[in-house]
């Protein structure tokens, strides 16, 4: 068996502590009682120090276990679910259930009524909290779930106000009193918890709910920063003086995204720096706040690094950088390159580049501390993890051939909420199938392809079978197909694209059909790649669905006329 390991420490020891200790009350985090950890970008005045996070964890946690019986029966059972976009009180929701016993269920803030609805029912979900944006779509989808608007939390963090209060007004959330965390130090039950829910879109088109544990969550935590301590370590070795650079870094990707839990909610107070909040991504903004906020790291997907290395506005944005990362869609060395030369003085490769998934809770890989790449590859492994690169036999192959990446690590899932067969499909031999086909070239590892039928716009998840078994509800569809076609001016960005047999040639229009997913789907999943209306959908003699073909066929298409845009 050939297995790929950290070249120099193939393991660690990790911290036998849960996350909540681990960030709050440890020597192992950096924050200190009067570190500013979050701040918001609209109105600089509104911050929140390590000491007012533990405080209102500690009274969110109180709220939620005696007037929602949150936690009441034991841990890890009750699901509560939340949907918001960035606010500087989400940290505290996030640490205050967990802190009362409950698993927190993070929703995306794109999600329609139905999708939001079948989130809180797969969780049994009987709590929802929600930001000021998403009133509307939280109270419709607790209604048709059987909850009350007692039961749907409203979270406010304007300045002065700050509130977690029921719809109905009868309930405030953050009490008067505290409730202190369970300190947990038992390796097995620190693996076998379970205090967060991701939901990641699979090849059934149904979003399946990943499950990480305190294990999970400090091991991520814990190994990514382990690079960055040593290298500080052997310079003060060495007698040289450290720089000191204060951490701020911009919150502007989802917070249901593995990347803004870990960048923005709880790595921070491991790493003692600041989050700057935007409520929502903008471009005008985003830039307004590099330059007033002086950010000084930087995680963000290739798309935007795309716009920042064609945007004449970038200019002295990120003068004050001091590293940077990119995921969630491969990229290539050559957008690499050039959004570098957008970056800081422009004269090093500063972009690492990380892959992993909600089921690795994040980064697997990453760019070592004070070394550089530029070539496209994926960074080296992190400690504790094992990775293959099988072929379709799950045999080994041999460097330089293409195969599926297997994972091996604590940073890996337990599995799926309430889904065991979707779990069993996921591990072979106890390693996790990632679905992404990769190689090793000259002692670096490449993302080649995804595996999983999944597409991926602007890092965000599309699965083709939920929008396949959207369009089959039409009725004046007969069949539809689903394929990705690249955008020309993204190219870590699949737009869908869709083969549709009508039931009466020429009623149908490109038009109606994606009115008809419009209305029935987050924006991220609109029919962007266009609509081909076609006599028959190719199969094979089982009748499966033949993709490949399809996807040539929209190469094709695409080839003879202009690529589909963002």
């Not at 700057?276 to 330059?291: A, G, I, Q, S």
């Not at 809770?361 to 004070?370: D, E, F, L, W, Y």
């Not at 779990?423 to 002692?443: P, S």
């Not at 609509?531 to 695409?558: H, S, T, W, Y």
Request: hydrophobic share 40%.
């Amino acid at each position: 068996m050939r297995i790929y390991r950290h070249p120099t420490q193939p393991t660690v020891q990790l911290p036998q502590l849960d996350l909540l200790t681990l960030l709050l009350d440890s020597e192992h985090s950096l924050a200190q009682d009067d570190t500013i950890l979050h701040q918001e970008a609209a109105n600089p005045d509104n911050k929140l120090t390590k000491a007012e996070l533990r405080d209102l964890v500690q009274r969110i946690a109180h709220g939620l276990r005696y007037k929602y019986g949150i936690g009441a029966k034991g841990s890890n059972k009750d699901v509560v679910t939340v949907i918001s976009y960035g606010q500087i009180l989400v940290p505290a929701v996030y640490l205050g259930v967990v802190a009362a016993g409950g698993v927190y269920s993070a929703a995306s803030p794109s999600s329609t009524v139905a999708e939001l609805q079948r989130q809180v029912e797969i969780g049994n979900s009987r709590l929802l909290i929600c930001g000021a944006d998403h009133v509307d779509v939280a109270s419709s989808a607790a209604q048709r779930s059987g909850l009350t608007e007692s039961d749907v939390l409203l979270l406010d963090s304007t300045w002065q106000r700050w509130e977690l209060q029921s719809l109905d007004g009868k309930v405030n959330a953050i009490s008067d009193e505290r409730l202190q965390w369970q300190t947990i130090t038992d390796p097995k039950e620190l693996a076998e918890s379970l205090i967060t829910i991701l939901w990641s879109s699979g090849t059934t088109g149904l979003p399946k709910g990943v499950m990480l544990s305190h294990l999970n969550l400090v091991a991520e935590i814990y190994i990514t920063s382990l690079s960055g301590r040593q290298w500080a370590e052997r310079e003060l070795a060495k007698g040289n003086e450290l720089p000191i650079v204060e951490i701020r870094t911009l919150a502007h990707l989802p917070i249901s995204h593995i990347a803004g839990l870990l960048s923005y909610i709880v790595g921070p107070i491991y790493a003692g720096g600041t989050v700057v909040w935007m409520r929502k991504y903008n471009w005008p903004d985003f830039l307004k706040n590099l330059h007033q906020y002086t950010i000084t790291t930087l995680y963000t997907v290739p798309s935007i690094f795309l716009r920042i290395a064609k945007s004449p506005e970038v200019t002295d944005h990120f003068k004050h950088l001091i590293g940077a990362a990119t995921g969630a869609a491969p990229m290539d060395g050559e957008l690499q390159r050039a959004a570098n030369a957008k970056l800081s003085s422009g004269k090093e490769a500063m972009i690492g580049q990380t892959w992993g998934l909600s089921e690795t809770t994040g980064a697997i890989t990453a760019m070592p501390k004070g070394q550089t790449d530029d070539t496209g590859s994926i960074s080296p492994l992190l400690p504790s993890v094992e990775l293959r690169i099988v072929d379709e036999e799950y045999s080994d192959v041999e460097p330089g051939q293409e195969g599926e990446m297997l994972v091996r690590s604590p940073l890996v899932t337990k599995g799926y909420y309430d889904n065991p067969q979707a779990t069993k499909e996921a591990f072979h031999d106890g390693w996790f199938c990632t679905g992404d086909v990769g190689v090793l070239r000259d002692g670096k590892f490449y993302i080649v392809d995804r595996k999983k039928e999944l597409l991926k716009y602007k890092g965000l998840q599309v699965a083709p079978a939920e929008l396949e078994n959207l369009l089959f509800t039409h009725p004046g569809i007969r069949e539809a197909a689903i394929v990705g076609v690249p955008a020309s001016d993204d190219p870590g960005t699949d737009l869908p694209r869709a083969y549709v047999v009508p039931v009466e040639a020429g009623v149908l229009s490109e038009k109606e059909v994606k009115a008809w997913v419009a209305e029935r789907v987050a924006s991220h999943k609109q029919l962007r790649g266009g609509v081909v209306f076609v006599d028959e959908i190719p199969k094979n003699a089982i009748g499966k669905l033949l993709r490949r073909d399809l996807r040539e066929r929209a190469k094709r298409e695409i080839g003879a006329g202009v690529k589909a845009k963002l």
